[in-house]
């Protein structure tokens, strides 16, 4: 898969290529070792594999051999398409599943008298601790003026 890695842009770049040359429509389908899902189409691999699975525009004789690897091509479509939709799915859980994690862990992270900064004043309701937040913010502010003024 490191070749593929390294190939990757000029493979989709050739594909295109062949696709806009040719008039035809291109769809590519790999997978990593680790089970990353990669995928090229033109116009995209949705449109190509439907119009695959549905034998649109397909040079299909009436020969019984082209019928017979027809019907295997379709079903292994079919299959690639599913494993295909089961990975969105996944991804898309585990997207989710990262973002509520992250999302946890900052609302768990403990403020520290020295991490005051990381406190939304929104979420704040007393006064008293909004009145602290506003004095630290402009001591800081301060500070920072008096550091930007040293410099120059």
């Given at each position: 898969?490191v070749t593929?890695?390294?190939?990757?842009?000029?493979?989709?770049?050739?594909?295109?290529?062949?696709?806009?040359?040719?008039?035809?429509?291109?769809?590519?389908?790999?997978?990593?070792?680790?089970?990353?899902?990669?995928?090229?189409?033109?116009?995209?691999?949705?449109?190509?594999?439907?119009?695959?699975?549905?034998?649109?525009?397909?040079?299909?004789?009436?020969?019984?051999?082209?019928?017979?690897?027809?019907?295997?091509?379709?079903?292994?479509?079919?299959?690639?398409?599913?494993?295909?939709?089961?990975?969105?799915?996944?991804?898309?859980?585990?997207?989710?599943?990262?973002?509520?994690?992250a999302k946890?862990?900052?609302?768990?992270?403990?403020?520290?008298?020295?991490?005051?900064?990381?406190?939304?004043?929104?979420?704040?309701?007393?006064?008293?601790?909004?009145?602290?937040?506003?004095?630290?913010?402009?001591?800081?502010?301060?500070?920072l003026c008096?550091?930007?003024?040293?410099?120059?």
């Amino acid at each position: 898969m490191v070749t593929f890695y390294k190939r990757k842009e000029k493979i989709y770049t050739k594909l295109s290529e062949m696709s806009l040359l040719c008039g035809a429509d291109v769809g590519f389908l790999v997978y990593s070792n680790s089970g990353i899902l990669y995928t090229f189409g033109s116009p995209s691999f949705e449109v190509v594999a439907k119009q695959f699975l549905n034998g649109e525009d397909s040079s299909s004789t009436s020969l019984p051999q082209q019928s017979i690897i027809d019907a295997q091509h379709k079903k292994k479509m079919e299959e690639l398409c599913k494993v295909y939709n089961n990975l969105l799915e996944k991804a898309d859980a585990e997207n989710q599943k990262g973002m509520a994690m992250a999302k946890a862990e900052t609302e768990a992270l403990p403020v520290e008298k020295d991490a005051w900064w990381r406190v939304d004043p929104t979420t704040v309701k007393d006064k008293e601790v909004l009145k602290q937040l506003l004095e630290k913010y402009e001591d800081l502010y301060e500070k920072l003026c008096d550091k930007v003024v040293a410099r120059n």
